[in-house]
């Protein structure tokens, strides 16, 4: 099913109505799975980039962007690798295809690939989050900020300026901030308000999948595990993510952060 000339639904578990965004371009596909809290069309100036080599898509996972909130706010990380196994089914992609994980998403591919071994042909994951002890380590911090974040804004126009302004969104190219307003947040009938709630938000880092790290041990397929040098909990374990992979490969942007995609 299509809704409008880009944007596809596609039905996966718990009720959800995902959000598929058909970002262009030629040649075999790319499927950009997003952080906590962002949204597939946070990666349109990445897929610009690829337009010639790649046919880039990215869906909203459950809870972000365009698409539904699950049925009894069901925000397991399983979940999230439902909605990708409903975005391949919709898609008829059978075998190996190509990932760009970010974040939540990283561990996403990753969780893809174990539901589904040969899914993944090569991915790019940028700080995934899985932790070797995430149950005393988890990110409470997150939880607690993502619960105070501000919904609401007078227009499109005050929320960038304000994101402009501020860490860490004041790093990241204009053009992706502007898309990461102009498609994350609605209007409503004074100001704009976050599509992606901040107790759905929350919820997602609550649901983190505590086994994850153990399993990737099963994973063979071809992996790039990016981290960053800013010294959080993500770039901390993004090296010891890539070591549980014996097929995986790591490096490191350094002078970059957890949005280091988008600078």
Sequence with gaps: MTDGPHRHKVASSDGVRLALHDLGGSGPPLLFLHATGFHGNCYRQIARQLHDIRHCWAPDLRGHGDSTVPAGDRFGWGGMVDDVCAVLDHLDIDGGVDFFGHSMGGATVLGTELR???TVRRAWLF???IFPDLPSRGPSALIEAARKRRATFDSF???IARYAT?????AIDPIVLEDYVRFGFSPLDEGVTLKCAPESEAA???NADPTLF???TAITADIRIIGSSDGDAPAMFAPLAADQIESAAYECWNGETHL???A
């Design 116 to 118: 589904r071994p040969g």
């Design 127 to 129: 700080e995934p989050i």
């Design 157 to 159: 126009e005050a929320a």
């Design 166 to 170: 501020r860490p860490p969104f004041n």
């Design 204 to 206: 997602t880092f609550t």
């Design 214 to 216: 153990d399993r990737v």
């Design 260 to 262: 280091g995609p988008f």
